[in-house]
Each structure stands twice: as structure tokens, then as C-alpha cells.
């Protein structure tokens, strides 16, 4: 069996085949790559936190979401006004109206090309740009000199060419040093930003775009054979974070990642469109009825084995079977979760702090999702991950996931059911698992005994294993 630190280093070492030279992914594409993460440094008023901008769309324009809860982050982006940067229409006011989120047209980070060309070529320029709060003001601003930019690029450290430059109220800027990508590396003046980060994603990890409900649909298809539906979990992730766990899956049948209306790589619903339990059934079936599949296997992880559950109940007839992942039959698993993190967290993970971004908050529980706790195994597992905050607040706060609860009608489900959980899982207890698989008829019950909420990353041999086996043995 492997130990924490070496599933770590092995996803080190996928991320160092997948990408030779660190450095490579960023001049590839660029920073406006399809599912690029950027994580930010800001300082201001003696606080300081990190914060996410994940690009969702790279054309005809750029499409970003923010990942915050911060009134620091989201002032210090607003801070940049329109003129500044390339044609962003939109600026982060989620502290204003109580969203964990925002999203905007294109994207308030890239220099305009024709700043970039004036800088470059070494003429005073331009911009419009808040020292403090406020609008944006117009400041003349001039190439000090060419440098490097230090950051990590896909785990690795690496070195940027850069401009800076300088404006007449001695704020400066940092740009990267690339007429194609005047990616906004760093600001100093009142408030600081500084990229911290930048996550891009291999090829194989972008799918295509199915139209469901009106609306692109992010999925990943690879191998052939049976096929095999994979749901994350959150809400509010992603199924890229099966990825590269069950790959060896890939070679036996065909595996169709599929991230859930709004989340991932998904469009985002449009605004006043609520997201919803039932939706997220309903768009599986759209989405098999569009790949023109008649019947499959789905396989549900954590809240992804929610959305499972509630499919086998409504289309019983497209399943050949149903494995579930570490999830429950009710929200009852809530109230076991948070016992569990008082019980078992340190002092830090027991307490939020109202300063924390979402990001940081998340990073701070995550750790206790795997046994024993492995802050950087859920680092690794969280720096890969796209996190999707206004399908995690919407969903989390409906009546559906508040009330969710399958225990009356488990008798109902008589499809093929495999259930699989961690007997240490602290978020939804093997006690969860067992309730399910006294419920569902006929349900196969397999507990990991030395795992938590994520099998398949702590024991994806026998993890694989025995989901191949499951998939053989059911009847075409």
C-alpha cells in the first residue's frame, strides 16, 4: 500500500513527465489557456490571503471566475479599473451583494496590447488605475527596467520574464514580458497583488462541450467498452479530480468525466438561474440521450453520489449498474461531519476566521478528508482542482440538498449497486455506507480500512480493482 508521501510524490512526478519544463505550459497557450488557475497574494490594511481566478472561457474573449469570500481580494481586483487592463466590464463586488463568486466577460489581469507595445518599446504611457478606493484615476506609467517574476508554474518553480514599470504616484507594476500574454504579474502601491501561482492543464484533461438544457456541458471521454458515468463531488468541484487515479479504468472501458451543470469546465448558468438538484439529474439524462448511449454504468462520488442515487430512482432502466463513492442517503452525514472536524481537527481547522478567502478555508479542512489527515497530499489534490463557489452556494443551500434523503425510498433502487467507502472517512462516515447497503437490495458493501473520504486516491490499485470487477460482472 502506498503512504501519503508517496502518492504524493508520484503526482509530482505525473506532473513532471506531463510537463518537461515548467516554465513550457505557461508560453503554451498562454495564461488564457482553457482551465488555467491563478492564485493571488493581496495585502492591504495589515491583511493579507490568497485568492483564485480560474479561466473558464479563452475565446472569442476570456472568461474568468473568481474563487472568494474576501472584501481585501475583491477590493484590490476593483481597484484596476477598466481603462487599466484589457476590457473587463465586470469587477469583483461579491462582498457587496453576499456572492462567493463572480464572474466577468474577460478578464481583468492582461495588460491591453497596446499598453504593452507603448511599455515595451520604452514610451511613457497611460492608464487608469486606483492608488486606493475609488474610481480609476489616469496615471502616467513608464518601463523601469526588465527583470524576472519568481512563481510556481504547475508545482514547479519557475522564472518569468517581466516587465516593470512605474507610475507618477510610484505604484508598480510587474507584466510578463510577452506581446501575446501581458499577463498583470504583481501591483505595489496602497494594496499589493502578486500571482502566486498558475495551474494549466495537460491536453487530455480538456474535453468537449455537449449542449444540455441549453447549455455547454463539460465532459472528458476516454477508452471504450462499457460505459462508465464519473460524478464529483462539492457540490462545486469537478471530475477532473478522478484524474490521474482511475486512468487505469481507461484501458478496460470507456470513462465519461462529467463535470455538472455550472461546475468545472461547465458554462455558467446565466444570471437568476438557480441551480438545482433536480437539474443536475435531469441533465445525466440529456447528456446520455446526446451521446447516444442506451444504458451505463454511474458511478457517484460524495455529492456526485447524490445526484446517482436520485438518477437510479427516476431512470432505473438506463442503468446497468451503480457504484456509490463516500456518500450518504440523507443529509444526516452533515451534522456527523462537523462533530467529526471538532472532534478530530486541530485548533486551526476547528476555527473559521472571517479574514479567510473560500480557498484558504477549504485548504484548512481538506486535510482531514484522507487518513491519516495530509495537508499536502490535499494541496496536491486541491491545486489541480477547479472550484466552482456559486454552485457550492446556491446548491448547498437549497431545500433539496438540506432535506436529501433517500432512506425511505433505497428498497426502490434494483439495479446492480456497488457501495464503496473509507472506514475512517470523517465527512460521510462508513456509518453512511452501511446504511445504504442495508437499504439498497442486493447492494454490494466494500469499506477500505485504512482510508478517508477519497479511496481512489489512497488505494487506486485495489480501488480500480474492484470497480473493473464490478463492471465485468454485470449483464449487458
Known amino acids: 500500500m502506498m503512504g501519503a508521501a508517496a ?19 505557461l508560453h503554451d497557450g ?7 488557475k491563478l492564485t493571488y497574494e493581496v495585502e492591504g490594511g495589515g491583511i493579507a490571503n490568497r485568492f483564485v481566478a480560474t479561466i473558464l472561457r479563452a475565446a472569442p474573449d476570456v472568461q474568468f471566475e473568481w474563487f472568494t469570500t474576501s472584501p481585501l481580494a475583491a477590493d484590490g481586483v476593483r481597484e484596476i479599473s477598466a481603462a487599466a487592463l484589457a476590457s473587463s466590464m465586470e469587477h469583483c463586488g461579491c462582498h457587496a451583494h453576499g456572492e462567493w463568486g463572480q464572474r466577468g466577460n474577460t478578464t481583468a489581469l492582461w495588460l491591453s496590447r497596446a499598453a504593452y507595445a507603448s511599455l515595451a518599446g520604452g514610451a511613457a504611457t497611460q492608464l487608469s488605475i486606483d492608488d486606493g478606493p475609488g474610481e480609476g484615476r489616469p496615471r502616467a506609467i513608464a518601463l523601469v527596467r526588465r527583470d524576472v517574476f519568481r512563481l510556481i508554474i504547475d508545482g514547479e518553480s519557475a522564472e518569468v520574464p517581466a516587465l516593470v514599470a512605474r507610475t507618477d504616484s510610484d505604484a508598480e507594476l510587474w507584466i510578463r514580458d510577452s506581446a501575446d500574454d501581458p499577463l498583470v504579474l504583481a501591483i505595489a502601491g496602497e494594496w499589493r497583488i502578486r500571482l502566486h501561482s498558475i495551474w494549466q492543464r495537460r491536453d487530455d484533461e480538456i474535453g468537449r462541450f455537449v449542449r444540455v438544457n441549453g447549455l455547454g456541458l463539460h465532459v472528458v471521454e476516454r477508452g471504450g467498452g462499457t460505459p462508465v458515468f464519473l460524478l464529483h463531488g462539492g457540490p462545486g468541484m469537478e471530475s477532473n479530480y478522478f484524474r490521474p487515479y482511475v486512468e487505469p479504468l481507461e484501458r478496460a472501458f470507456r470513462l465519461v468525466y462529467v463535470d455538472q451543470p455550472g461546475q468545472g469546465l461547465s458554462q455558467r448558468l446565466p444570471p437568476g438561474t438557480p441551480y438545482s438538484i433536480p437539474a443536475a439529474v435531469a441533465a445525466i439524462e440529456e447528456l446520455r440521450q446526446s451521446l447516444g448511449i442506451d444504458r451505463f454504468v454511474l458511478l457517484g462520488h460524495s455529492y456526485g453520489g447524490f445526484i446517482a442515487q436520485l438518477y437510479a430512482l427516476t431512470h432505473p432502466g438506463r442503468l446497468l449498474g451503480l457504484i456509490l463513492v463516500d456518500t450518504a442517503p440523507s443529509y444526516e452525514y452533515n451534522a456527523e461531519a462537523n462533530l467529526n472536524i471538532q472532534r478530530f481537527g486541530t485548533a486551526e481547522q476547528r476555527r473559521v476566521l472571517p479574514g479567510l478567502s473560500n480557498d484558504e478555508r477549504i485548504r484548512r479542512v481538506f486535510a482531514l478528508y484522507f487518513d491519516p489527515p495530509d495537508q499536502r497530499l490535499a494541496d496536491a489534490f486541491l491545486d489541480r482542482l477547479i472550484l466552482s463557489a456559486e454552485a457550492w452556494r446556491q446548491l448547498t443551500a437549497t431545500r433539496e440538498f438540506r432535506a436529501f434523503d433517500t432512506r425511505p425510498r433505497l428498497g426502490e433502487i434494483g439495479v446492480p449497486s456497488l457501495i464503496i467507502a473509507g472506514e475512517n472517512d470523517l465527512i460521510t462516515t462508513a456509518r453512511q455506507a452501511r446504511i445504504l447497503a442495508s437499504g439498497i437490495r442486493g447492494a454490494r458493501l466494500h469499506l477500505f480500512p485504512n482510508t478517508g473520504h477519497n479511496p481512489f486516491v489512497e488505494e487506486p490499485d485495489a480501488f480500480n480493482e474492484l470497480v473493473a470487477a464490478f463492471v465485468r460482472g454485470l449483464s449487458p
Open 30 to 36: 498562454g495564461a488564457r489557456r482553457l482551465g488555467t
Open 7 to 25: 502518492r504524493l510524490a508520484g503526482l509530482s512526478l505525473l506532473l513532471l513527465v506531463a510537463w518537461p519544463v515548467a516554465a513550457a505550459s
